[in-house]
């Protein structure tokens, strides 16, 4: 499989910038700002994976309907918990965390994910790419908090990046045979 076939991911984009509030912490204004520029980002392509989750939980068609319907809610609940971080970090940086869902639409990288599609093994494919999405943006996220000089930024996302990485294994152990 190619990359970036399979991987989801629109055309590259700026996210928006908003001003950041004082705050006492200690990482210089103009490394925030991108800091939390990304984070942002990386926010809308989280909570648009959670979406696409759900829209795969509840339409899915097919023999094995109840062991992956049952699977993406505890996916659901993973992301929602990383959602929660990225959003909480960005805000102690001193940014707005950027989440409702007309800001989510224009600033995710990710393209739409499908609603014409039904069997299980569409879903599962369909995730599995949006996985992807997200998983290639947050590995390098975790190179560029570092390299802005925020380590725990940096931490954070390999937390997600982990938790992006074990879901798409679960998805694709669906897709080969031993
Ligand atoms: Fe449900």
């Known amino acids: ?17 908003t001003a950041l509030y004082p ?5 210089p204004e103009d490394q925030r700002a ?24 509840w339409n ?3 023999l094995q309907f109840i062991g992956v319907h049952e699977m993406l ?17 960005l805000v102690q940086l001193g940014g707005t965390a950027h ?14 994910y499908p609603t014409d599609i039904h069997k299980v093994e569409d879903h599962i494919k369909a995730l599995a ?10 590995r390098q996220g975790i190179d560029d908090t570092s390299d802005l000089g925020d380590e725990d930024t940096s931490d954070l996302l390999t937390g997600v990046s982990r938790t992006l990485d074990s879901n798409l294994w679960f998805l694709e152990a669906h897709l080969q045979e031993g």
Not at 2 to 8: F, L, P, Q, V, Y
Not at 42 to 49: F, G, K, M, T, V
Not at 129 to 138: I, K
């Open 1 to 17: 499989m190619s990359g970036a076939k399979t991987r989801n991911i629109k055309d590259a984009k700026s996210s928006k910038a």
């Open 23 to 27: 705050t006492r912490n200690d990482i």
């Open 34 to 57: 991108k800091l939390v520029a990304l984070m942002n980002a990386r926010l809308s392509e989280l909570i648009d994976l959670s979406l696409a989750i759900k829209q795969a939980h």
């Open 60 to 62: 899915l068609k097919g």
């Open 73 to 89: 809610d505890g996916f659901r609940d993973g992301i929602d918990a990383h959602v929660d971080e990225v959003a909480e970090r």
């Open 99 to 112: 989440g409702t869902a007309q800001d989510v639409a224009g600033n995710t990288s990710l393209k739409a």
């Open 129 to 138: 790419d949006h996985y992807a999405g997200v998983g290639a943006t947050v």
